[in-house]
């Protein structure tokens, strides 16, 4: 059976096909105006014989391709066990908002935390303060690794910290280490949401910000835990729908 599962969301959308529960096409764009006119397009001539969505989107795509959906929470816990057998802990990081899951052993949900009412610590985060110090996102995660220190970043609220971040550059702060200081203070919000979820071991992550190394590598230290990101991240929450298609 070939099924397809799409995730709509704040920032891009995707799609996942599996034949016969193998891998056989992932898509993604990002996120327009008119979301469901995105998602037709990605769809285009993909070829499926059940579609399920999920993400932010999931309700509008829902009344118009008469396809079932599935929550955000429910999409990454199924997605996640697909590229990790035996994960129990997952982090996704998206363009605007955090999620913490735990699953027991047998792969079924046994709590989450989630963090959807601001943009801070998320991807859409990363994108503002990346262009406040005149880096690309690639150019921003190596910035921060090279920094010997970082600056504290005392705002929590993106609009504050991206003042925050033109003042201290203004007093001739390096840039790299207002950017580690801007990484740190990522991971210490997701790390928060992880500690009252995770169990001991490796830590599945998931989304766009998953393919940042700085937050990566932070991520590994603040939890003392093994870090496991798949070959491309953000297709895991339209994985999972896939598989829910089943």
Do not use: W
């Not at 801070?120 to 990363?126: D, I, N, Q």
């Not at 910000?209 to 953000?234: H, K, R, W, Y």
């Amino acid at each position: 059976m070939r099924v397809a599962g799409i995730d709509i969301g704040s920032r891009t959308v995707k799609l996942a096909i599996l034949d016969d529960g193998k891998l056989v096409l992932s898509r993604k764009t990002l996120t327009s105006y008119n979301p469901l006119e995105t998602a037709r397009e990605l769809i285009g001539d993909a070829v499926f014989d059940a579609l399920t969505a999920t993400g932010y989107g999931r309700h509008l795509i829902k009344g118009h391709l008469d396809c079932p959906v599935i929550s955000e929470i429910k999409a990454f816990a199924v997605g996640s066990r697909f590229f990790s057998h035996d994960c129990q802990s997952i982090l996704d990081i998206g363009g605007q908002d955090t999620k913490a899951i735990s699953l027991d052993s047998d792969g079924n949900m046994r709590k989450f935390e989630m963090n959807d009412k601001c943009a801070a610590g998320t991807g859409r985060f990363l994108e503002v303060m990346a262009t406040a110090l005149g880096f690309s996102l690639e150019e921003f995660s190596q910035a921060a690794l090279s920094a010997e220190k970082a600056v504290k970043i005392n705002s929590t609220c993106t609009v504050f910290a991206e003042s925050e971040v033109v003042s201290l550059t203004a007093k001739g702060v390096p840039r790299n280490e207002v950017a580690l200081g801007i990484h740190k203070a990522i991971v210490s919000r997701s790390v928060g949401l992880l500690k009252k979820v995770a169990v001991p071991g490796t830590i599945f992550f998931a989304g766009g910000v998953a393919l940042n190394g700085c937050v990566q590598v932070l991520l590994e230290q603040e939890m003392d835990s093994p870090v496991f990101v798949p070959p491309d991240p953000q297709i895991v929450g339209a994985v999972g729908a896939a598989l829910n298609a089943l």
